[in-house]
């Protein structure tokens, strides 16, 4: 009978190779929009060599799940897919996609604490990070007044430079469900420690946070985001349990 | 070279998750091309914006790519924004060669010259000079 930390890390994975093949193909389908120069490569050389790199990166992200099985091989991958992840950033000059290419640095270094050192290990290194990832961003918006209020809600919604067009203009909406809007982000936010102490919350919050960044996908565009994230769930449901069942 | 390569990958391993943190001026970035036969074109705003008609759950680099460009000039607005920053050196940036490759992608001409301005709430904060497209 397979064992909980082994089903999880499975399910981690398999959704971390999907992340992995989005961001990979992404890269790839991005240079049909520079007919003349990629503005991130200086020569067509360090381009051609970039491409390159994408490619056996691919395809190394598409045999990550096979490679399960073999635990050296595993290992191989991991850590060649982990240097070319670093590489394509210190390339695109540090940050592609902000808080996306952090959540997947995490993860790659969450999966290397399980298939080097012990699978709870980087099971929990996950959980914690993906715990504080929520956290953090609800501690530094529960401080500035413009959250509370709920003015950095309108704003961020109609903001040309973050939001999809046509926008949801809440300007003409009543302030106080505005706030309430802002007070339910803040508290499911801050509520992310909870998952540790009741576990039976945990799929609740998953729930929640499944739906919030499918609605940032929405307003947003943020697609890595939502696979990044929800790459880390499977994570954090067994940590939740790990008290309960052992 | 080791601050490059370094600073960026240190950022990643010790990430600090401030999404959304604070609301920020409103930029616009304007370029401008001279050619051979009209010496003062008008500016042309570059456009930042994007479009939910682009949106994929899977493969979504159209709007990714917005994203990243749009993040790009607001580092470097903070960059050069910086005390003590010194104004010449702006256009050394990483984030100002990346500018520059995106505006020259948008203009067809490979004979074109072009330049750029960058707005914070109709304050011209950054004019570059003359730059011609090249590889």
């Known amino acids: 009978m397979i064992s909980t930390e082994t089903l999880a890390l499975k399910q981690t994975i398999l959704f971390f190779t999907l992340s992995q093949v989005i961001q990979t193909v992404e890269f790839l389908k991005m240079n049909k929009f520079f007919p003349k120069y990629n503005p991130w490569f200086s020569s067509a ?56 290419d952090d959540i997947t640095t995490q993860t790659f270094l969450g999966l290397i604490i399980c298939s080097v050192f012990n699978p709870v290990a980087g099971l929990w290194y996950l959980s914690l990070q993906l715990i504080y990832s929520y956290f953090a961003a609800g501690w530094i918006k529960i401080k500035n007044p413009e959250w509370r209020s709920g003015e950095a809600l309108v704003y961020f919604l109609n903001a040309p430079q973050f939001a999809l067009t046509p926008r949801l203009d809440l300007k003409n909406w009543n302030p106080k469900i505005i706030q309430l809007l802002c007070a339910g982000i803040l508290t499911f936010e801050l509520s992310s420690p909870l998952t540790l102490l009741f576990p039976s919350w945990t799929m609740t919050f998953l729930g929640l946070a499944g739906s919030f960044h499918f609605l940032n996908f929405l307003f947003f565009g943020l697609n890595r985001f ?21 | 070279m080791g601050k490059y390569l370094f600073h960026p990958i240190l950022k ?43 949106l994929r759950l899977l493969f979504n680099e159209k709007i990714n790519l917005q994203h990243a460009l749009n993040s790009t000039i607001e580092r470097w607005i903070l960059k050069i924004n910086q005390e003590n920053f010194h104004q010449d050196s702006a256009e050394n940036l990483i984030e100002f060669k990346i500018l520059k490759g995106f505006i020259a992608n948008k203009i067809f001409s490979d004979d074109a010259n072009f330049n750029f301005k960058i707005e914070l709430n109709t304050d011209v904060i950054f004019s570059s000079t003359w730059e011609r497209f090249s590889q």
Not at chain 2, 30 to 50: A, G
Request: aromatic share 20%.
């Open chain 1, 226 to 246: 939502f696979w990044g994230w929800i790459t880390l769930y499977p994570a954090l449901l067994y940590c939740s349990q790990f008290f309960k069942n052992s």
């Open chain 2, 12 to 54: 990643n391993i010790f990430p600090n998750w401030k999404f959304f943190e604070r609301t920020s001026p409103h930029y616009r970035v304007f370029y401008q091309i001279n050619d051979s036969l009209n010496d003062k074109n008008p500016w042309i705003e570059l456009d930042t914006t994007f479009q939910r008609k682009d």
């Open chain 1, 45 to 100: 050389k360090e381009l051609l060599q970039f491409k390159v790199v994408l490619w056996f990166r691919l395809i190394l992200s598409m045999s990550l799940s096979y490679s399960m099985n073999s635990p050296l091989y595993f290992q191989a991958v991991l850590m060649t897919l982990f240097t070319m992840h670093l590489w394509t950033l210190v390339k695109m000059g540090g940050s592609f996609n902000g808080g996306s």
